[in-house]
């Protein structure tokens, strides 16, 4: 099964379904707008200036602010909420293995 362009702005991967890739999905763009205006410095980062410190492309930060992405890979997460100055768990909803080996139940987004 190939993951989508709306789970992932990531390339396309092969993904074994007896282990799923985790996914993070964004709690919402209005959030990360705000966060983006106001990061832990108290200084305000611009898209590409985002991607840039997160080290992802600027594409994937633009597509998630409008909605046309929902979620990243775990590691994408950890990046742009490191990069923002919070909490991973501020701005992400763990999807997929994460959400199942945090809750013990299937994931609400299938794969």
């Known amino acids: 099964m190939l993951l989508t362009s709306k ?16 996914l993070y ?6 959030l ?7 990061t832990g410095t108290g200084a305000s980062v611009s898209v590409r200036e985002l991607a840039a410190l997160a080290g992802i492309p600027h594409g994937t930060i633009g597509n998630l602010l409008t909605g046309e992405q929902e979620a990243v890979l775990a ?9 923002i100055g919070v909490d991973v768990l501020v701005l992400w909803i763990p999807e997929g293995r ?3 080996h945090i809750s013990g139940r299937a994931p609400a987004v299938a794969l």
């Open 7 to 22: 789970q992932c702005n990531e390339p396309l991967h092969e993904v074994d379904m007896t282990h799923p890739v985790p």
């Open 25 to 30: 999905r964004l709690v919402s763009a209005d």
């Open 32 to 38: 990360l707008r705000t966060l983006m205006r106001r």
């Open 75 to 83: 590691s994408s997460a950890h990046s742009i909420a490191a990069a």
């Open 98 to 100: 994460s959400a199942e």
